[in-house]
């Protein structure tokens, strides 16, 4: 209300204040001044009134609009606190949806990281229980295309626990896919029928259920006095689409007040997503395993036609894994000396199982004869020299009995007697000593080349061609020297250049030394020299078949590192390379030292020594007894040829004699004093 609403009734008030103030008033101002008083006095009365007619109303207005808001306030507040408790249940909600899908998350890296297929499943079940919060589950996987084997059962409130790490097998009998009669898609248990309809079936009470026969399950309530109410039952199925088994869980319970309750929307479709995410898992790893299988028979198919390859090394490639695995494990288990802190992970073990069974697939390339050379003059040969020599004895005879008819009688008898005994006796002893050397039993001196040489040199003639019936390459080699007119006069025993067999095509190996290879080449493949051969100083192999022997090492090299390793598997070629090296250097074919090797290298070093001291399956030779063989490695040890703590730990662990006891016949097996062997 504005404040100067009475200003024009105060002027005669002031008027007659000052009037009476003062006293200076006349009658009539004095009437006029009280009348105006009056009128102003009516006009405030009036206004007064008014005033407190319209604050009157006022009031009744407020205090209705007091009302309202009270109750407007009362209403918003309670829509408040509603709305605050709806936001906190969502919360929660949300809180606990997104706890499992971290859990979904997690399970999904750890399951694509487990390469154990019982303890995935494990994995897979207790994943979809905890997602779910359901008392009891079971895995199937389908066998076969005819029926879903129980692999885990889990039931906490009958503290079951089967398969998977428990230690015990699933005994319950597998659900037929199929019945057995009339071979129709079995529709009537719910696993069966979720993998044939690739479906989850979600399922509150089974007790309710009339779609599904759960005749069985109520057997089992009865016997355990469990009440199996709500399933939830889904399919493995990985991207592919082919099911490869179903996830089934039971009891989903309130986790505040533990009562069994249906499986919600929404953990089904966690489970679901879970159920996913573990067929891919699973089909890797029977993928993973089927490959793995797959190369591992492989590698021992080839094993295995290396040893067959040979009787002489028979069983090697299958043995040398056994030891070496002995031997790494021996290191392992060391908890002092060198090997303490030496550890092999799964991959680890893989690596070196692998490297050992192939650690001489490069003998597929050597050839038998020179594998198997048993004598000197040992080789893939052209019977027609023998055939021809054969004749050539033919010829003489028939001579002979010629000129045996023609001069009998002009000699004294006795004499030519005595002559041709001399000469047969001297044939015969030298022919012995020629054998002899043929065997390659015995060190050949100098004075034994010198005989060799000398019986050698003896002459005879030879009536008939040697280049015919021979191959063009031998043809070839021959043509180095001009054909002699027949008869020829030849040594008994001959080096020619038909006898050298240069290296394929003029190529001459590891020029390129791709490997760091760093043998001794021979400036020939071969040289099949008669005289050369039976000059062999020790053992039977020339240097170009010694040659040809080690080359299955480079050649193990060559075609390990021309395999596409996975990275877990990337040191194979290393390790099944190096066995023929010598801890000083002096081993092939890289001539590499004991550091600069790596431990399962010097284990496959080890193994590769022993197997064959130790073989009782070679032809020809007798078996060397267990302390025999070990004696002989002693000196290898001595020698620095063998890892000396390797050695050590072999003979400590009690590797030799595990080794023994498995793979020697029982009559080598005799006691081994090893302390006379370890520093
Ligand atoms: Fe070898
Ligand atoms: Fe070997």
Same mark, same amino acid.
């Given at each position: ?51 407190? *007619? ?8 407020? *205090? ?37 899908? /971290? ?8 399951? =694509?990281?487990?390469?154990? $297929? ?89 007790? /309710? ?46 986790? /505040? ?39 591992? $028979? ?13 009787? +002489? ?53 050597? $050839? ?33 009995? +010629? ?11 006795? /004499? ?122 020790? =053992? ?80 020809? *030779? ?11 490695? $002693? ?41 006379? +062997?370890?520093?």
């Amino acid at each position: 209300m504005p404040s100067d609403i009475f200003d024009r009734e105060r002027a005669p008030v002031e008027r007659s204040k000052a009037f009476i103030d003062g006293g200076r008033m006349s009658g009539d101002e004095q009437r006029t001044a009280f009348s105006e008083l009056l009128r102003g006095y009516e006009k405030l009365v009036k206004e007064t009134s008014r005033l407190v *007619k319209f604050s009157d109303r006022n009031e009744e207005r407020l *205090k209705t609009a007091n009302v309202v808001i009270e109750k407007q306030r009362a209403e918003l507040s309670e829509y408040a606190e509603n709305l605050e408790g709806k936001v906190a249940e969502r919360t929660a909600e949300l809180a606990v949806e997104r706890t499992k899908l /971290e859990r979904l998350v997690r399970l999904g890296t750890v399951l =694509g990281a487990e390469h154990d $297929s019982s303890k995935l499943m494990e994995m897979i079940l207790e994943g979809a229980r905890d997602i779910s919060n359901a008392d009891g589950g079971s895995l199937y996987i389908q066998v076969e295309d005819k029926e879903l084997a129980f692999q885990i059962v889990q039931n906490d409130s009958l503290n079951i626990r089967v398969g998977g790490t428990s230690g015990n097998q699933p005994t319950f009998p597998a659900v037929p896919l199929f019945d057995a009669e009339t071979g129709e898609a079995n529709h009537r248990n719910v696993v069966s029928h979720t993998v044939h309809e690739r479906h989850a079936v979600n399922i509150a009470d089974a007790y /309710e259920s009339e779609d599904f026969d759960f005749s069985g399950t109520r057997r089992f309530d009865e016997q355990t006095g469990y009440r199996s109410t709500s399933f939830l039952t889904v399919p493995l199925m990985p991207r592919s689409g082919e099911v490869i088994g179903a996830l089934q869980l039971i009891n989903a319970t309130d986790p /505040e007040t533990s009562a069994v309750v249906p499986f919600s929307p929404e953990v089904q479709g966690f489970v679901e997503a879970l159920a996913g995410q573990a067929a891919v898992a699973l089909d890797n790893q029977n993928l993973l395993a089927a490959q793995k299988a797959l190369l591992d $028979s492989l590698i021992e198919l080839l094993a295995g036609a290396i040893d067959s390859k040979s009787p +002489y090394t028979g069983g090697h490639c299958a043995r040398v894994p056994a030891l070496a695995k002995m031997l790494a494990e021996a290191a392992c288990d060391a908890t002092h000396g060198p090997f303490r802190d030496f550890s092999f992970n799964e991959d680890d073990w893989y690596e070196l199982h692998i490297a050992s069974w192939l650690h001489d697939c490069g003998k597929v390339t050597t $050839s038998e004869y020179v594998v198997d050379k048993a004598t000197k003059l040992e080789t893939i040969y052209n019977r027609i020299h023998e055939i021809r020599t054969r004749f050539e004895v033919a010829w003489r005879d028939a001579e002979i009995a +010629y000129l045996e008819g023609r001069l009998a009688g002009e000699r004294d008898a006795d /004499e030519l007697t005595a002559e041709r005994d001399a000469e047969h006796a001297r044939l015969v002893d030298d022919f012995d000593f020629v054998a002899e050397c043929n065997i390659g039993g015995e060190f050949m001196g100098d004075d034994r080349i010198e005989r060799l040489k000398e019986i050698a040199a003896r002459t005879w003639v030879r009536q008939f061609d040697d280049r015919l019936g021979i191959s063009d390459d031998e043809a070839r080699r021959m043509s180095a020297v001009p054909e002699a007119p027949l008869p020829v006069t030849e040594t008994l025993l001959m080096d020619t250049p038909g006898h050298i067999v240069p290296w394929h095509d003029g190529k001459v190996p590891y020029q390129d030394n791709a490997y760091g290879i760093r043998m001794d080449v021979p400036e020939n493949a071969f040289n099949l020299g008669e005289v050369y051969n039976l000059s062999i100083r020790r =053992g039977t192999l020339t240097d170009e078949e010694r040659f040809a022997v080690n080359d299955h090492i480079v050649q193990t090299i060559i075609m390990l590192n021309q395999l596409p390793w996975p990275r877990t598997l990337r040191r194979v070629p290393e390790y099944a390379g190096g066995h023929h090296e010598k801890m000083d250097g002096t081993g092939y074919p890289r001539r590499l030292t004991g550091e600069e090797l790596s431990l399962p290298a010097r284990i496959m070093a080890i193994a590769d020594v022993f197997e064959p001291l130790t073989a009782s399956d070679r032809p020809y *030779k007798k078996a060397k007894k267990l302390s025999e063989a070990v004696k002989i490695m $002693s000196f290898m040890n001595k020698d620095a040829h063998v890892d000396p703590d390797l050695f050590d730990l072999f003979l400590k662990s009690g590797v030799h004699v595990r080794y023994a006891e498995q793979f020697l016949a029982p009559e080598q097996v005799d006691a081994v004093d090893i302390n006379q +062997y370890l520093e």
